[in-house]
């Protein structure tokens, strides 16, 4: 009979510590996926910024060319300073507002600058929009990254068995970095 009981609590001794290391595998899955999708979310932070960066240069070398387009370089100046407000904090719409904000700005600026063949040949404008195209692919790059991120997140938050954890390792589901309505591609810059 005492042998009996030992094999019973064998058993349950066992079944629970297969329980506890099914909820730390639960639970680590979820924290680092949720720090995945964070760090990818960082990463298009990294790619708004360098190209707020790269604005001031590209609308110096613009204003020598066109002085007379006060507004074209407000409006410039208005998007960076909100793309580098999104990129230093703000969610997810914020910083896709931001972006499109920008990308607007930067088609205005590429309008200016059309109408000036000098300034497209000059070495120096040339250099800013490879800059800033290899920006625009990088960003690209990162936003797919980060919805990519989040969909691994979301499906770990939203089934069974993971979902069960989700609340315990404090980890929810992420919303995905959608382009305002009509920004879903990159300005096109043509010299």
């Not at 005492?2 to 639970?27: E, K």
């Not at 089934?159 to 315990?168: D, E, K, N, V």
């Amino acid at each position: 009979m005492l042998t009996g009981l030992i094999g019973v609590v064998i058993v349950i001794g066992a079944l629970l510590v297969v329980l506890v290391l099914f909820a730390v595998i639960g639970f680590n899955k979820l924290r680092t996926s949720d720090i995945g999708a964070q760090e990818a979310l960082g990463g298009i932070d990294v790619q708004l910024t360098r190209r707020a960066e790269l604005i001031p240069n590209l609308v110096e070398t613009v204003k020598g060319y066109a002085a007379h387009e006060k507004e074209v370089f407000e409006s410039v100046t208005a998007a960076r300073a909100g793309l580098q407000q999104a990129a230093a904090g703000g969610d997810v719409a914020q910083k896709a507002a931001a972006d499109a904000a920008m990308q607007q700005a930067l088609i205005r600026v590429n309008a200016v600058a059309e109408a000036y063949p000098d300034l497209k040949a000059s070495a120096n404008f040339q250099d800013l929009q490879r800059q800033l195209a290899d920006t625009e692919n990088q960003l690209s790059f990162a936003r797919q990254y980060y919805n990519d991120a989040v969909s691994t997140l979301n499906t770990l938050v939203r089934t069974i068995p993971w979902m069960l954890f989700s609340g315990m390792a404090g980890v929810k589901a992420r919303d995905f970095y959608e382009a305002p309505e009509g920004h879903a591609e990159a300005p096109k810059v043509q010299f």
